[in-house]
């Protein structure tokens, strides 16, 4: 059985400052974790994913993520906030439980202010 | 290339008419995911396809719905007798084989209104 929880349902930051967005995970095999972001009126997109190799895991944007197996943790990181990343972003855990099908947590929406 | 298509973007139906939404997935990609996605709420899984076959229903809210899949390609989600707490945003997905580690590639949704 495979569970995520996005421990914030709203982070709020000033511009050019860090941003945290935090993500637990429940998991019964090896996961591959994943962030996925919403733009308003858009699809949702890759950010990154985790998948067994390094954990601490690059993506677009300036986005990074570290795989933190003792703490079940998969937190996104950013180190200067911009306008542009105020979105919806979701983790996502995916292991085998006869398929993969991936698990959504409930959205973490990220408010940027000037 | 091109990416995951759904059409209609939008849709408008009244209590009790069917409705039929439509994705096409990336050319290639052999599984197939039908999500939800309410107000304020996070993806709701409905099923799975990988190929034309469906191993996982187990999101499928109720008998009511329904989905296909032709050709290894073009999907088709069915709601019959809509009811007004069957307005959400319906998102489609497709990834390469359907692995765990497979990146999904997300539609544009059809945002469905029952009234």
């Known amino acids: 059985a495979q569970s995520v929880t996005q421990l914030d349902s709203h982070v709020s930051v000033s511009e050019g400052t860090p941003v945290l967005l935090r993500c637990n995970y429940s998991?019964?095999?090896?996961?591959?974790l994943f962030w996925y972001v919403q733009h308003p009126n858009k699809g949702l997109q890759l950010l990154l994913k985790?998948?067994?190799?390094?954990?601490l895991v690059k993506g677009i944007n300036g986005f990074e993520a570290e795989f933190k197996k003792s703490e079940t943790s998969f937190h996104l990181t950013k180190p200067s906030a911009h306008m542009s990343d105020a979105a919806e972003y979701f983790c996502?855990?995916?292991?085998?439980?006869?398929?993969?099908?991936?698990?959504f947590g409930r959205g973490t929406s990220l408010i940027v202010h000037p | 290339g091109a990416g995951v298509s759904q059409s209609p973007s939008n849709k408008v139906t009244e209590k009790g008419k069917d409705v039929e939404l439509r994705c096409d997935p990336i050319?290639?990609?052999?599984?197939l995911y039908w999500y939800r996605q309410s107000l304020g709420q996070g993806l709701e899984f409905l099923i799975y396809?990988?190929?034309?076959?469906?191993?996982?229903k187990s999101g499928l809210p109720s008998d009511r719905f329904s989905a296909e899949r032709t050709g290894g390609s073009v999907s088709t989600l069915t709601i019959q007798r809509t009811q007004q707490e069957d307005s959400a945003v319906y998102l489609c997905?497709?990834?390469?084989?359907?692995?765990?580690?497979?990146?999904?590639?997300f539609g544009p949704g059809t945002r469905l209104t029952v009234l």
């Open positions: 997905a497709s990834s390469l084989g359907g692995a765990g580690t497979d990146t999904q590639y």
């Open positions: 996502v855990v995916s292991d085998w439980g006869g398929s993969y099908i991936p698990t």
């Open positions: 396809f990988q190929g034309n076959s469906a191993p996982d």
């Open positions: 998991s019964s095999y090896s996961p591959s």
């Open positions: 985790y998948t067994s190799a390094a954990t």
């Open positions: 050319s290639g990609h052999t599984a």
